[in-house]
Structure formats: C-alpha cells, structure tokens
C-alpha cells in the first residue's frame, strides 16, 4: 500500500498532523520508535491557548488546572497573579501524548510503534515515484513525508532539510512532598527569573507531586543543575528528594531556517518550534501539524502544486509570533533585574498576558506604548541580534 502521508514520531506534532490528516481524507501512516506510553523530558505545562487547539477535551489526561502565577526573582520577592478563567493544564507527557496518538487511532491513523526509522529514499521525481521509508521491521511507500521525530530528529537531515539552530536546554524531575502538593501550590504555579540570565526557573503542581525544573537559551548543562540546587534550597527542599531529574534540547530555529524541501514538511521540535520566551513547545506542535495537514491536504489533492504554502502561512502566523517571543526574551533577559520585575508584576498588562496564555491574543499586542520605543527596539533586537545578546548572557551566567 501507498499511504498519501508517512509521519516520523508521534509526539502532540505527529499525532496532531496525522488526525488531521485522515480528517481531511487522506491515508495516513504513523511511526514512532517508543512504544506508547512512554515519556519525554517536559513540564507538562499546556496553556489553555494550546488546549483550545484540539477538537476534544483534554480532561482525561489533565491532572491540575491553575488560574494563577507566582512570578519571582531569585525566589524572592514573589508576586501572585491570578485571574478567574483557568491559565494552564498540568499533565505528565506519557498520558498526554498516549492520549493524543490514541485519538489519532481513532479517526484512522495506523501507526506503527516500536519501529525506527533507518532510511529515507526521495525520488527525482516526487510527482510520480513514492518516497521508499525503510525501518528495522518493514518498508513503506509514501507520497509525502512529515518530520515530527523531536529535537534530536534525524528525518530532516535524511531529507536534505538543513535545520539550522539555536539550542537552549531544559532540566526537570519530581519531587513528592510529605502530604502531597503544598496548599500554595494547589491553584497556582510558580516561574523565577532573577537567578538565570537567559533561562527560568519552574514549580509545575501535578495531582500528587511538584514538577520542577529549569530551563533556558543560553545555559549548560552544569550551570542548571547549579540553577537548580539555588531552587530547592530557596524551598527548602533537598537535591537529593528530585526523582527522574532528566534534560533535553529546546530547539529554537534559526531565522529563514526551511520548514519544507520538495514533499517533506517539518513541524513541532523537529522544526526548531519552540516558543524562546516561555519555553512552551506544544503549542506549536499541534499548531504546526495542523498546519500542515491543511497544506498536505491541498496538495495531495491537486489544489497545489507544491507545498511552499505551509512555509508562507508559517512565516505569517507561529513565526512571527516567534520571532516577538524572541524579542521579549532578549529584552526581559537584558532589562535590569528590578526592571524585568516590573514588567513581570505590570497589573495593567496581566490581563493581556491572560488573554495571550488563553490564546485569545497574540505576543504582538504586547507592544504598547510609545511607537518610537518599539521601532528602536525592533532594530536593537531583531532576531540576528540572538548569538550577540546569547553571548553576554552566557558570560553572566559564569
Ligand atoms: C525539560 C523540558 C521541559 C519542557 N516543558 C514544557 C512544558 O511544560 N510545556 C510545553 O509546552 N513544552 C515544554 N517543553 C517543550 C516540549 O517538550 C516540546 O516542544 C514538545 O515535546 C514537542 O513535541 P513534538 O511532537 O514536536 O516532539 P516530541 O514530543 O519530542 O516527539 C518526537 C517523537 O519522535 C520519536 N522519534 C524520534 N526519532 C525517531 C526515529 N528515528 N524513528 C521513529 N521515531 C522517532 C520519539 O520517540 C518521540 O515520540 C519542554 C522541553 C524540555 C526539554
């Protein structure tokens, strides 16, 4: 058989492409090298504005919901910001994505689990020969090809896809304090930056347990679990009570980085997608795949010839929105400390970030004030301006 689409990887990128895909009609094959359910280095954060994505409720896999932040510098002079519609789900990724790739089975995806991929062939001619898929178990012929294989994918690099980057990295495990989830933690969640330039820090309250971790663009592997250790003792808790403590790669893409070279399309971390200024990556991962099935769609379907158009609807849509997360990474990270706090505990913009992590409005209506400001600090900080600015924050984090 020749599926209409081969997906690599069945993280929230992959199944989402693929259910939306065989939505649309078309065949749909799924391959994972994991079988499910299997876990993923991840906070198990997803904001409502990545939950309103999907055309299904989320409750059998959310295990606590917040309406509040806890903003802090150096977990010190903390601010609780709360608001009275729901801001973020916590979840643990094993349920989530098993979750996800169970609705894609559903609607009609077949999926292969266990199965790692070994060889990709492209034909010349991608109109009339099929893509050959070659794995440890079987072969496959595709018309199209989607990379949803993560941050360490290697689908992109089969496909001649160059996938230049900007690597952050994240580190997070568990911890179970006596008598479960401390009362502060019941309805709120807690976000540090005074302590890393570059990165933050994260208190995550799941049903029973706390997650915690740290994160960011411009840190080593050394420097977080420095960063970590500052954390539990803020809490007065002991490195030694961390359970599962894992890290992994947050790709940030490259500006003009390509997300499609002839019938192969990238989406979520396998396309650099992740959000640089809060770390959130689902959301552009089911953002992405269902972009793409849309393109897939069109083109498969003969209303296209190509499938340029997922690029250009990307680069107007997530990219943008990037490339102001980027922006507002590099100016929170620069400001002095007592200024980024300002801004963090700003009550005349909370509700807009609310509106932001319900998905109701977009980084871009962040930029209020004076026009002259931002068009000077649009300049300063473009995102060429990243390696530079990447450069001073590595030398303050030594
Ligand atoms: C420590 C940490 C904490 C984070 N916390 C959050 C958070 O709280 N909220 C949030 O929104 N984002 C968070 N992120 C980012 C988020 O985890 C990713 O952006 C998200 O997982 C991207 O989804 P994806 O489907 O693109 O890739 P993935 O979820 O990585 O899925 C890729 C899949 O591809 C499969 N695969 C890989 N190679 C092959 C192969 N050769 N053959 C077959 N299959 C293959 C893998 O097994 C995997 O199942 C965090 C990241 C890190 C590192």
């Given at each position: 058989m020749q599926y209409d689409v081969i997906i690599v990887g069945a993280g929230p990128a992959g199944s989402t492409t693929g259910r939306e895909c065989v939505v649309r009609g078309l065949s749909v094959l799924l391959i994972d090298k994991a079988i499910f359910p299997r876990d993923k280095p991840c906070g198990g954060a997803v904001s409502l504005r990545a939950a309103v994505l999907l055309?299904?409720?989320?409750?059998?896999?959310?295990?606590?919901?917040?309406h509040a932040i806890r903003f802090s510098t150096s977990w010190k002079s903390r601010l609780t910001q709360s608001a009275k519609d729901p801001l973020i789900h916590f979840t643990q990724r094993r349920t989530l994505d098993h979750f996800l790739l169970e609705e894609a089975k559903k609607n009609g995806v077949t999926v292969r689990e266990g199965t790692q991929i070994k060889e990709i062939n492209?034909?010349?001619?991608?109109?009339?020969?099929?893509?050959?898929?070659?794995?440890d178990r079987e072969t496959f012929r595709g018309k199209t090809v989607v990379a949803a294989d993560g941050a360490a994918g290697i689908t992109a690099r089969m496909a001649g896809i160059p996938t230049p980057r900007w690597r952050g990295l994240a580190l997070e495990g568990n911890i179970q304090p006596k008598g479960g989830v401390p009362?502060?933690?019941?309805?709120?969640?807690?976000?540090?930056?005074?302590d890393i330039p570059g990165g933050y820090s994260w208190i995550f309250p799941k049903r029973d347990h706390l997650n915690i971790g740290v994160g960011g663009l411009s840190l080593g592997k050394n420097s977080l679990k420095n960063k970590l250790e500052i954390l539990m003792r803020a809490q007065g808790w002991h490195i030694a009570d961390i359970e599962g403590l894992k890290s992994f790669s947050l790709p940030l893409r490259k500006p003009d980085a390509p997300l499609v070279k002839g019938n192969t399309l990238l989406v979520g971390d396998a396309a650099g997608l992740v959000d640089p200024y809060s770390g959130e990556g689902i959301h552009n991962a089911i953002r992405s795949g269902q972009m793409a099935a849309k393109h897939l769609s069109h083109y498969l379907s003969g209303g296209r010839s190509d499938l340029k158009g997922y690029q250009q609807e990307m680069a107007q849509t997530v990219l943008r929105d990037m490339d102001v997360s980027l922006q507002l990474f590099m100016l929170i990270h620069l400001l002095p400390l007592r200024l980024?706090?300002?801004?963090?505990?700003?009550?005349?913009?909370?509700?807009?970030?609310?509106?932001?992590?319900?998905?109701?409005?977009?980084y871009q209506d962040l930029k209020q004030g004076p026009a002259f400001l931002w068009t000077l600090l649009d300049y300063m900080l473009r995102p060429a301006a990243f390696p530079f600015v990447s450069k001073i924050l590595r030398r303050l984090n030594r």
């Open positions: 055309p299904f409720d989320l409750t059998p896999v959310i295990e606590r919901t917040t492209f034909p010349q001619n991608r109109k009339k020969n099929p893509v050959i898929v070659r794995t009362k502060l933690w019941k309805n709120c969640f807690g976000l540090d930056t005074g980024a706090e300002r801004l963090h505990h700003d009550q005349a913009r909370w509700p807009l970030i609310c509106r932001i992590l319900r998905g109701e409005a977009q």
